[in-house]
């Protein structure tokens, strides 16, 4: 066992043995906490700047230099917030935004200049065995506690579920599904690489996990993005692996796992549904709709060059500004009421409004059934028209929120163009472009990438992924190893050995 565990750094010399080593220990602590992570990308940087000066002696591998303009693409992004320093006037928040940027610079070039031709898919598939293992390790911990907590303390099986689950600390429910599914993914790929029983086993044991752990997290666009994957690898299954078996007890897996899950706690897909009802309701209304009618000015004003690297914050809150201000002059008196008189009872409405929607005083205000009925009975009497309090006030307290916790957009491309503009947005969709680009013209495809860029792409809608570093690690690190291997399959120059032992 230890023999197959260190079986891969032979044959390597120090310094790829100390890079390797932090790879695989990133990909592990990426699920644990974001700050680990960073320790962990500033090692990899310092080891790769050894690596090239003492073994390397400034020679790099050609295979890599061949498409340095594909890492020069995803370095161009940082670049573009340097240059968006041009226009800023908050210089401290854009420093600060510049810094946090840096996992875009430093991965394609640790990828660009250290010669990664040592990373076989062996020990590319030994890294991708420590995300999982990371990933489990903290889904297994935090169970452990929900279910102590519900066996001994008599919680609720809710406990199993969304921040519930993560007591141990939180995790922010997007990116923990994005960890989640990109190491279900491979277990169910790798899969297909394991000839002894024990080993599908393994994968099939973990898959599940990973799978209960999406759905427990309870991230609309995690369980959107997972189920879509499912679909995505079946079709690969049934018609490129031609393993009609495999896939069929992989679909009665997950329905039977799905229902499993609903019969536990049939709000495990709540927020889905809310969301649902909530953009069909006549008098309510999604927060992250919300908030985009309170940017969508701005968006449509600043969309060239954007607003500069450190002001966007600033911005952003002075548009939801803007856009509250306007629900509060949208609401009508009644016949008869003074003006003085109107402004000052609509002031203490909102008010108690906003008391009746958080009776926690915590950071989130709620519509609930109360406020409905205290609207119907006391807005006359505040000398405001039903109608227009009812028209805006879920609004109003949702864009209250956003203003207080200061909210960005909660989309990526949106958030890209706020802050350096159009040319942003093409940097970023160049990230999806690019690898496709080069799958398409050298005819070979990756499943994992192709799902990969899928989950970016996909929660890059629903979250602002790379304004945390919770993102932009994860991101940056896995995207570079997935495309060192798919250029490294595309040049002679680099050995890939896929034999199993």
């Given at each position: ?46 080891c ?35 240059v ?15 810094s ?19 990373l076989t ?30 066996i001994?303390?008599?919680?609720p ?12 600390y ?9 960890y ?13 690489n394991?000839?002894?029983l ?15 752990f ?39 897996i ?24 909530s ?7 999604d ?34 500004e ?52 205290y ?28 203003i ?15 802050s350096?503009?159009?040319?942003g ?9 690019v ?9 070979r ?35 570079m ?15 890939i ?5």
């Amino acid at each position: 066992m230890i023999y197959n565990i260190l079986r891969p750094f032979t044959d390597l010399k120090p310094f790829q043995k100390a890079e390797f080593s932090i790879m695989l220990v990133l990909a592990f602590v990426i699920p644990f906490y974001w700050l680990a992570a960073q320790y962990g990308e500033a090692a990899l940087v310092t080891c790769a700047v050894l690596k090239v000066v003492f073994e390397q002696k400034f020679k790099f591998n050609p295979s890599q230099m061949k498409w340095k303009w594909v890492y020069l693409v995803f370095m161009a992004t940082w670049l573009a917030y340097l240059v968006g320093m041009i226009h800023t006037e908050n210089a401290d928040e854009g420093w600060f935004e510049v810094s946090k940027k840096l996992g875009f610079l430093l991965f394609p070039l640790v990828f660009l200049i250290s010669d990664m031709s040592y990373l076989t898919k062996a020990r590319i598939r030994m890294i991708f065995y420590a995300l999982v293992a990371g990933t489990l390790v903290f889904f297994l911990a935090n169970v452990l506690w929900a279910s102590y907590d519900v066996i001994f303390l008599d919680y609720p099986t809710t406990r199993f579920f969304d921040d519930g689950l993560m007591k141990l600390y939180y995790v922010h429910h997007t990116y923990m599904s994005m960890y989640a599914t990109l190491a279900f993914v491979f277990c169910y790929v790798d899969f297909f690489n394991h000839k002894k029983l024990k080993g599908k086993i393994l994968h099939v044991i973990a898959a599940i996990m990973l799978f209960a752990f999406v759905i427990l997290c309870n991230s609309r666009a995690g369980i959107i993005i997972i189920f879509l994957s499912i679909i995505i690898m079946l079709v690969w299954t049934f018609f490129f692996k031609k393993e009609t078996k495999v896939g069929t007890s992989a679909i009665v897996i997950i329905l039977v796992l799905t229902v499993g899950i609903i019969k536990l706690n049939p709000e495990s897909l709540s927020r889905i549904n809310v969301t649902i009802k909530s953009i069909t309701s006549v008098n309510s209304n999604d927060r992250r709709l919300v908030q985009f009618t309170g940017y969508k000015q701005l968006l449509k004003d600043k969309w060239l060059f954007g607003v500069g690297t450190g002001d966007k914050c600033d911005e952003i809150v002075k548009s939801y500004e803007s856009y509250k201000n306007e629900l509060v002059s949208s609401i009508e008196p009644v016949p008869g009421a003074g003006r003085e008189k109107f402004e000052k009872n609509r002031d203490i409405l909102l008010n108690d409004i906003l008391t009746f929607t958080n009776p926690t005083g915590n950071n989130w205000h709620v519509p609930n059934a109360f406020t409905s009925e205290y609207i119907k009975t006391d807005a006359e009497k505040r000398y405001c028209t039903l109608e227009s309090v009812n028209s805006v006030y879920v609004n109003y307290i949702y864009i209250f929120d956003a203003i207080a916790n200061t909210l960005n957009t909660h989309n990526q491309y949106f958030e890209t163009i706020l802050s350096i503009g159009v040319i942003g947005l093409v940097l970023l969709l160049g990230y999806f472009i690019v690898p496709i680009f080069i799958m398409i013209k050298n005819k070979r495809f990756t499943i994992i990438y192709l799902i990969f860029m899928l989950i970016i792409s996909l929660n890059a809608i629903f979250e602002a992924i790379f304004e945390r570093q919770d993102g932009i690690i994860f991101f940056n690190f896995f995207n570079m190893l997935l495309l060192n291997c798919l250029l490294a399959d595309v040049n002679s120059t680099t050995k890939i050995s896929t034999d199993e032992k």
